[in-house]
């Protein structure tokens, strides 16, 4: 079945430490959301990536780094300059295009030990 | 600019009754319109779009929303609520050059027995 994954479900981070999330998607979609999620802020925009080799920062950028390889793959680091980790990231896809909708992994809980 | 606004941050009905929850926007294009919903610890499902077709729109599970170009209002409405409903609702605008969505802050939907 088509879809994205995301993995790990659950993640823990130490002081200074760089961390990745991974997002696959075999959906053949050409752009690629990270988002981030906060209780009562609903999904804000890290980066996203409309092609390979190709991303842009989004509303929220700055502690993360983004790459995307290949079409199928787009993972996040989160680096020791975010000082806020812990969060709930979710990874989407969508055709090119305007107005495709968004699908959606089940998401990276990332909490700072 | 693309902006939402959910303009309640919890909504509790009894079940069978009906679930009005309102969003607001704000955009300098035509925009296109979604309700997603997302159940505890999940990644988000689409539940309707409106992309400049008909203003009413008709969803999965019983869901339909109307857009209103004089209010700046895409509204999500169910006649009856099950207790399944019960989960968090996001709004979100699309900006019409190209795919970058725009998230509200999201309505927690609890649904009483």
């Known amino acids: 079945d088509g879809g994205i994954t995301q993995s790990p479900k659950y993640l823990f981070r130490k002081e200074g430490q760089n961390v990745t999330l991974s997002c696959e998607q075999n959906?053949?979609?050409?752009?690629m959301y990270w988002y981030r999620q906060d209780p009562g802020q609903g999904l804000r925009l890290i980066y996203y990536s409309q092609i390979v080799n190709d991303f842009q920062k989004g509303d929220i950028a700055e502690g993360y780094s983004v790459s995307r390889e290949k079409k199928e793959s787009f993972p996040l680091t989160v680096t020791s300059a975010q000082k806020n980790p812990t969060a709930f990231y979710l990874c989407?896809?969508?055709?090119?295009?305007?107005?495709?909708?968004?699908?959606f992994g089940s998401g990276t809980q990332l909490s700072v030990l | 600019a693309q902006s939402v606004t959910q303009l309640d941050s919890h909504v509790s009905v009894s079940e069978g009754t009906p679930v009005l929850l309102r969003c607001n926007y704000s955009?300098?294009?035509?925009?296109?319109l979604f309700w997603y919903v997302q159940h505890p610890n999940k990644g988000l499902q689409l539940l309707l779009k409106?992309?400049?077709?008909?203003?009413l729109v008709k969803g999965i599970n019983g869901f339909e929303a109307e857009f209103k170009k004089s209010e700046t209002s895409f509204h999500l409405t169910k006649p009856s609520a099950h207790m399944s409903d019960a989960a968090e609702y996001f709004c979100v605008v699309s900006q019409a050059n190209f795919n970058k969505f725009y998230f509200g802050s999201g309505t927690k939907l609890n649904v009483k027995p």
């Open positions: 989407a896809s969508s055709k090119a295009g305007i107005s495709e909708k968004l699908f």
């Open positions: 959906l053949n979609h050409d752009a």
């Open positions: 409106y992309t400049s077709a008909a203003t």
């Open positions: 955009s300098s294009y035509s925009p296109s």
